[in-house]
């Protein structure tokens, strides 16, 4: 059973900051794809981020130029750093973790096996 623990939400005016992280097992980490995914009000379940098959990071068209994802190998954690954030950000923010999937469907909540609790994130004006 994977673990995968979010922390790190929290509530920001417009433009502000915040980094959330995904605390992985090591089994997790070393073995299966993490992504970010999040869940607005009223949405459905989008892909955010993840690292390509080449370690290369990548991100939904939405948040291009705004987030950056990194990992920590000491810590067995994913990260995403929020910048410049705005009310549409607003979203329950989940890690997952693929054991495979498809690249070119990384965005696919169903290609996920595993799903951390999410952590809340509140973009006020």
């Known amino acids: 059973q994977a673990q995968l623990v979010e922390s790190g939400g929290g509530s920001v005016q417009t433009g502000g900051s915040l980094r959330l992280s995904c605390a992985a097992s090591?089994?997790?980490?070393?073995?299966?794809?993490l992504a970010w995914f999040r869940q607005g009000p009223g949405k459905e379940r989008e892909g955010v981020a993840t690292?390509?098959?080449?370690?290369?990071?990548t991100f939904a068209d939405s948040v291009k130029g705004r987030f950056t994802v990194a990992l920590d190998n000491a810590k067995n954690t994913l990260y995403l750093q929020m910048n410049s954030l705005k009310p549409e950000d607003t979203a329950m923010y989940y890690c997952?973790?693929?054991?495979?999937?498809?690249?070119?469907?990384?965005?696919?909540?169903?290609?996920?096996?595993?799903w951390g609790q999410g952590t809340q994130v509140t973009v006020f004006s």
């Open positions: 690292f390509d098959p080449f370690r290369r990071p």
């Open positions: 090591e089994d997790t980490y070393r073995n299966y794809n």
């Open positions: 997952a973790a693929a054991r495979t999937r498809k690249w070119d469907t990384w965005f696919n909540p169903a290609e996920y096996i595993y």
